[in-house]
């Protein structure tokens, strides 16, 4: 495994390319600086970050081998037969619960995101569009205690360094099951609970990118350790 020193020009220039290039031939003949600048350093990135989850959040994980997004889109159900993202992204997840994300996961809990395209970089935390049964669990947590989830998201230092939590699926009324006007209600629309930062330019482009995710994922540790407890999965106070 590579040190990691930071993502140069080519990660990002790589991606532009893509975008304009998205077929197996290119891919293919551009395939050793995909592995160079980009898969390599995501890789030793993921493992550095691993090691500083395990001083202060040692139930959450990354392993370069899993943590990985695959760069291949999965086009069957899909009008865009584009077969490759134009990004890359990384993902460290509970280790009671796996690396599984969104609707296909099979019990997958809450954890840290980091994703890099050809414009932009962003670092994400907490759950994005659980299943059902998981999302109906968040939901009877915060409909019997309104206040525990809000506490967390309205903390002056966590609002300036992460705002609100997305709304991009958030529901225009509260779901079936909860009275209209529930205390929490505006809480109970949501469908994923996440918060992020997009990151400064040359953010990314040196070691210290490292720390800086460190400084993030634990500002957002209280979020998505009451998101894994609302989901059974539990905080731990070593990696043994």
């Given amino acids: 495994m590579i040190e ?25 003949a551009n395939r050793a600086v995909y592995e160079g600048a980009i898969r390599e350093p995501m890789k030793a990135l993921v493992e550095a970050l691993d090691v500083r989850l395990a001083s202060f959040a040692p139930e959450l994980t990354g392993d370069p081998k899993r943590s990985l997004f695959r760069i291949n889109r999965d ?29 296909e996961a099979d019990g997958g809990g809450a954890g840290y995101y980091f994703h890099l395209d050809g414009s932009k970089a962003f670092v994400a935390g907490g759950i994005w569009g659980p299943a059902r ?21 309205d903390q002056p230092a966590f609002k300036r360094r992460f705002g609100t939590l997305d709304s991009e699926m958030k529901l225009t009324r509260v779901p079936r099951g909860f009275a209209p006007d529930h205390p929490a209600g505006e809480l109970l629309k949501y469908q994923s609970f996440t918060v992020g930062r997009t990151l400064a330019p040359g953010e990314t482009g040196s070691r210290k990118l490292i720390d800086a995710l460190a400084k993030d994922f634990a500002a957002m540790l209280p979020l998505v350790r009451w998101l894994n407890r609302a989901l059974d999965y539990k905080p731990a106070m070593s990696r043994l």
């Fill in 75 to 103: 086009i069957r159900f899909s009008k865009d037969k584009s077969p490759y993202k134009t990004n890359a992204g990384c993902w460290f997840y509970h280790r009671d619960a796996g690396r599984g994300v969104g609707q």
């Fill in 133 to 153: 049964p998981a999302l109906n669990k968040i939901r009877e947590v915060i409909a019997d205690d309104p206040k525990a989830l809000s506490k967390i998201l």
């Fill in 4 to 28: 990691f020193d930071g993502f140069g020009p080519a990660a990002q220039r790589f991606f532009r390319s893509l975008a304009r290039n998205n077929n197996k031939a290119w891919f293919e």
